[in-house]
């Protein structure tokens, strides 16, 4: 009966596990906005070959993240002349559907998607590199239900890398940075692609999802626009306050963090920064800035009172109150390049570099150790963020879709 009992336990301690590690990721840095997933049950060290790759497949062009949601991956890419939007089994790659809509899109470099499609209920919604906005049912299809172009509906033209705000939904609304010599951000019915309002702010919009939060009982969006970081009355769209940060091409793309009514963000290229606001019912103003934390795209991992983030490249460990930095690692094996990114599992980061280098770190205000290391992009741009869900860990590259198995203690 004893040794029964003791079965049972670790069945029921195994599952426990499993379910920790399976956690949904319906949206753009997971789904608390936080890049922060359970490290339960992954390994806490690589073997010197890394992980076991599982599977590897194409699936298009482009820089969005990856979402799975009930073990169903849904990427979001651009292939040839069409913005593509493909559910895969998350265990073995079958593609369970796939649809699209023509685009014309292309950048100065090349054509692909940005933003990070949205899961929400029976429904997904994707931004498009050219503004294209689009509602698709989870059951499959192939063709949006709706789809509305934000920039041809509002007069606004295109920012110079594409469109890269991803669809923030509260309710039935969904809000999205738009374009310039127009509103800088719209608010959007999501049954229908009916535009609720347009912002008072004007663009150019920046490339950052926006966040919300709540001030004194006034519901505020945070835009982290191409010019400004700028609060929205959520209900009208009604400017209430402006901070000036620009840098040069005026790509702002790091996500608002937000806690207990203060706000930052960072940029990068020739003046880039880091800003700290203060939120009152006033207004805002600015707590603290310095360059100790110039990212490009990729938002630092709020835990506790410390910033995780990469500089440049560099990886750092930095105070919430103050900028101040903790630490930093200077090794060249750990930097990540300007469009790495990383993410939270425990006290371990998953780091990619642009280069298509994954590392495993084991990281605290103490001190930083790397915990393993392999490549699986031979490339210059890999700007899509890691995710983790049941055990997998899934890699998007400039056109490739990886999984490798990171499980503690299995063989799958």
């Given at each position: 009966?004893?040794?029964?009992?003791?079965?049972?336990?670790?069945?029921?301690i195994?599952?426990?596990?499993?379910?920790?590690?399976?956690?949904?990721?319906?949206?753009?840095?997971?789904?608390?906005?936080?890049?922060?997933t359970?490290?339960?049950?992954?390994?806490?060290a690589?073997?010197?070959e890394?992980?076991r790759?599982?599977?590897?497949?194409?699936?298009?062009s482009?820089?969005s993240t990856?979402?799975?949601v009930?073990g169903?991956?849904?990427?979001?890419?651009?292939?040839?002349?069409?913005?593509?939007?493909?559910?895969?089994?998350?265990?073995?790659?079958?593609?369970l559907?796939r649809?699209?809509?023509?685009?014309?899109?292309?950048?100065?470099?090349?054509?692909?998607?940005?933003?990070?499609?949205?899961?929400?209920?029976?429904?997904?919604y994707?931004?498009?590199?050219?503004?294209?906005l689009?509602?698709?049912?989870r059951?499959?299809?192939?063709?949006?239900?709706?789809?509305?172009?934000?920039?041809?509906?509002v007069?606004?033209?295109?920012?110079t890398?594409g469109?890269?705000?991803?669809?923030?939904?509260i309710?039935?609304?969904?809000?999205v940075?738009a374009?310039?010599?127009?509103p800088?951000?719209?608010?959007?019915?999501?049954?229908n692609?009916?535009?609720?309002?347009?912002?008072?702010?004007?663009g150019?919009a920046?490339?950052?999802?926006?966040?919300?939060?709540?001030?004194?009982?006034?519901?505020?969006?945070?835009v982290?626009g191409?010019?400004?970081?700028?609060?929205?009355?959520?209900q009208?769209?009604?400017?209430?306050?402006?901070?000036?940060i620009e840098?040069?091409?005026?790509?702002?793309?790091?996500?608002?963090?937000?806690?207990?009514?203060?706000?930052?963000?960072?940029?990068?290229?020739?003046?880039?920064?880091?800003?700290?606001?203060a939120l009152s019912?006033?207004?805002?103003?600015?707590?603290?800035?310095?360059?100790?934390i110039?990212?490009?795209f990729?938002?630092?991992?709020?835990?506790?009172?410390?910033?995780?983030?990469?500089?440049?490249g560099?990886l750092?460990c930095?105070?919430?109150a103050?900028?101040?930095?903790?630490?930093?690692?200077?090794?060249?094996?750990l930097?990540?390049g300007?469009?790495?990114?990383?993410?939270?599992?425990?006290?371990?980061?998953?780091?990619?570099?642009?280069?298509?280098?994954?590392?495993?770190?084991?990281?605290?205000?103490?001190?930083?150790?790397l915990q393993g290391?392999?490549?699986?992009?031979?490339?210059?741009?890999?700007?899509?963020?890691?995710?983790?869900?049941?055990?997998?860990?899934?890699?998007?590259?400039?056109?490739?879709l990886?999984?490798?198995?990171?499980?503690?203690?299995?063989?799958r």
């Amino acid at each position: 009966m004893k040794r029964l009992s003791t079965i049972l336990l670790t069945t029921c301690i195994l599952a426990m596990t499993a379910v920790a590690a399976a956690e949904d990721w319906p949206q753009w840095r997971g789904p608390r906005g936080d890049n922060i997933t359970s490290g339960e049950g992954l390994l806490t060290a690589w073997p010197a070959e890394g992980p076991r790759e599982v599977w590897r497949v194409e699936v298009g062009s482009g820089y969005s993240t990856p979402v799975i949601v009930d073990g169903v991956l849904y990427v979001f890419a651009q292939d040839s002349q069409a913005d593509t939007l493909i559910a895969l089994s998350a265990d073995d790659r079958k593609v369970l559907w796939r649809g699209s809509y023509p685009t014309a899109f292309r950048d100065r470099q090349q054509f692909g998607t940005r933003a990070t499609p949205t899961v929400d209920g029976d429904r997904i919604y994707t931004h498009g590199g050219g503004g294209d906005l689009a509602c698709w049912s989870r059951g499959g299809g192939t063709e949006p239900l709706w789809r509305t172009n934000i920039l041809q509906k509002v007069g606004a033209k295109g920012i110079t890398w594409g469109t890269a705000s991803s669809p923030l939904i509260i309710g039935e609304v969904i809000y999205v940075q738009a374009g310039k010599e127009g509103p800088l951000a719209v608010a959007v019915n999501k049954a229908n692609g009916e535009i609720l309002w347009q912002s008072e702010a004007r663009g150019p919009a920046g490339y950052a999802t926006i966040a919300a939060t709540t001030v004194n009982g006034r519901d505020q969006l945070l835009v982290f626009g191409g010019t400004a970081l700028v609060g929205l009355d959520r209900q009208t769209g009604k400017t209430l306050w402006s901070v000036p940060i620009e840098t040069e091409w005026q790509v702002n793309a790091t996500t608002p963090i937000i806690r207990d009514d203060r706000a930052f963000v960072t940029n990068e290229y020739r003046n880039g920064k880091a800003l700290m606001v203060a939120l009152s019912p006033a207004g805002a103003t600015t707590a603290w800035e310095n360059t100790e934390i110039q990212c490009r795209f990729t938002t630092p991992i709020l835990e506790g009172d410390v910033m995780y983030a990469h500089s440049r490249g560099k990886l750092k460990c930095v105070r919430w109150a103050d900028g101040s930095v903790v630490w930093a690692c200077d090794d060249p094996k750990l930097n990540l390049g300007i469009g790495g990114s990383l993410i939270r599992a425990g006290d371990l980061l998953i780091t990619l570099s642009e280069q298509g280098v994954l590392s495993l770190v084991r990281a605290t205000p103490e001190g930083w150790s790397l915990q393993g290391q392999m490549r699986v992009f031979s490339e210059k741009q890999v700007w899509s963020s890691p995710v983790v869900y049941n055990g997998r860990l899934y890699v998007k590259g400039s056109r490739e879709l990886v999984c490798l198995d990171i499980a503690a203690g299995t063989d799958r």
